[in-house]
Antibody, heavy 121, light 107 residues
Framework: QVQLVQSGTEVKKPGASVRISCKAS????????INWVRQAPGQGLQWMGI????????TFSQKFQGRLTVTRDTSTTTVFMELSSLRSEDTGVYYC??????????????WGQGTLVTVSS | AIQLTQSPSSLSASVGDRVTITCRAS??????LGWHQQKPGKAPKLLIY???NLQSGVPSRFSGSGSGTDFTLTISSLQPEDSATYYC?????????FGQGTKVEVK
């Protein structure tokens, strides 16, 4: 069973950057992809981007292009998400979630517990 | 980006009722649609993938159907623990997108 454990709550000032980690276990790291999803307070889910654990290839939502960096460390099976130039609208809970192929179908099947990021002066 | 429109935005139903939630895509997305359930203060949880495949461990009262642009999530007999917000997600094309969510209240 895939388990994803994220780093803890962050409080940042506008203009700063935040880096969140997502430690994966319970599966072969290279067979899964890791997605990042944001949820603003009281709002719905917003897909931010994905990193392929196989080769580190990333694809991001245009909304976050230029501010979002996602990397992986295969030795520790950990994925890192960094969001820069933070503004108050970036306040929310950030989730990592794994996706994989099963019998030709892609599914996003496991979620981390979420990391609360508060951006405030 | 592909837009997903869910309806209704919220509903209230009684225990044992049959509940249907609709998700409409702005273009055809083959069978690349899943449903996730989120309870307050918790991470989402996958219920159904590829339109109609039940994720392991999910009760059989949940089912999904549809094709092309129109999809539905059905709860055949609503239970108190089904009180949650439900989101559809398309993984047909990047950026992946979620519907805006449907909040289900159990009376």
């Amino acid at each position: 069973q895939v388990q994803l454990v994220q780093s803890g709550t962050e409080v940042k000032k506008p203009g700063a950057s935040v880096r969140i980690s997502c430690k994966a276990s319970g599966y072969t790291f290279s067979t899964y992809y890791i997605n990042w999803v944001r949820q603003a307070p009281g709002q719905g889910l917003q897909w931010m981007g994905i990193i392929k654990s196989t080769d580190g290839t990333t694809t991001f939502s245009q909304k976050f292009q230029g501010r979002l960096t996602v990397t992986r460390d295969t030795s520790t099976t950990t994925v890192f998400m960094e969001l820069s130039s933070l503004r108050s609208e970036d306040t929310g809970v950030y989730y990592c979630a794994s996706s994989r192929y099963l019998d030709g179908d892609e599914l996003l099947d496991s979620w981390g517990q979420g990391t609360l990021v508060t951006v405030s002066s | 980006a592909i837009q997903l429109t869910q309806s209704p935005s919220s509903l209230s139903a009684s225990v044992g009722d049959r509940v249907t939630i609709t998700c409409r895509a702005s273009q055809a997305i083959r069978n690349d649609l899943g449903w996730h359930q989120q309870k307050p203060g918790k991470a989402p949880k996958l219920l159904i993938y590829a339109v109609s495949n039940l994720q392991s461990g999910v009760p059989s009262r949940f089912s999904g159907s549809g094709s092309g642009t129109d999809f539905t999530l059905t709860i055949s007999s609503l239970q108190p623990e089904d009180s949650a917000t439900y989101y559809c997600l398309q993984d047909f094309d990047y950026p992946w997108t979620f519907g805006q969510g449907t909040k289900v209240e159990v009376k």
